[in-house]
């Protein structure tokens, strides 16, 4: 199975700040991996598919890329509406797995 | 407007049957791929399930192969699976999800415990 090793695990941050979460893959995954966001009692929101393409209505601030079999989302300036769990999530093959979450919380 | 309403959860005893449905509605269910996630309390999402369009493909997840099944009725745009022999640790929220992960229901939870 491929494993998404994801950090950190927990990550303060002020409003405006840039922050960057990290996914890395233990097999070749290409592009098939995804971003998302999810805020306490609600059902995971798409943010980023295809590694690097930003789903339909999300802000500008959020981007995806790649580096090797590294996998990174930038918030280029953190706004409250921001804070959340974000989860990556290999989509290349069977079973499909998600990294271990990041909690994204006021410094 | 893209809908996905999951229903059937509960409470159950350990070793018995559940079988959950998700309805969904806006777009031509016939033609996508289907998902299953969970998210046990406190903890990370879980991918246990696919189901083709046409259900000529299923795979799932290893802590659930041979206990749980996913199965479609594209007549009724309707997802379902249906867990047999459950766990505590398969107490979770069960979300279905479209093809791709752009729309996700709300989720339904299901309680495992004597």
């Known amino acids: 199975d491929i494993q998404m090793t994801q950090a950190p695990s927990s990550l303060p941050a002020s409003l405006g700040d840039r922050v960057t979460i990290t996914c890395r893959a233990s097999q070749d995954i290409g592009n098939y991996l995804r971003w998302f966001q999810q805020k306490p009692g609600k059902s995971p929101r798409l943010m980023i598919y295809g590694a690097t393409n930003l789903a339909a209505g999300v802000p500008s601030r959020f981007s995806g890329s790649r580096s090797g079999s590294d996998y990174s989302l930038t918030i280029s300036s953190l706004e409250s509406e921001d804070m959340a769990d974000y989860y990556c999530?290999?989509?290349?093959?069977?079973?499909?797995?998600f990294g271990s979450g990041t909690k994204l919380e006021i410094k | 407007e893209v809908q996905l309403v999951e229903s059937g959860g509960g409470l159950v005893q350990p070793g018995s049957s559940l079988k959950l449905s998700c309805v969904a509605s806006g777009f031509t269910f016939s033609s996508y791929n289907m998902h299953w996630i969970r998210q046990a309390p406190k903890k990370g999402l879980e991918w246990i399930a696919l189901?083709?369009?046409?259900?000529?493909?299923?795979y799932y997840a290893d802590s659930v192969k041979g206990r749980f099944t996913i199965s479609r009725d594209n007549s009724k745009n309707t997802l379902y699976l249906e867990m047999n022999s459950l766990r505590s640790e398969d107490t979770a929220m069960y979300y279905c999800a479209k093809w791709g992960f752009d729309y996700w229901g709300q989720g339904v939870m299901v309680t495992v415990s004597s």
């Open positions: 999530l290999q989509s290349k093959e069977s079973p499909l797995t």
């Open positions: 189901i083709y369009y046409d259900s000529s493909n299923k």
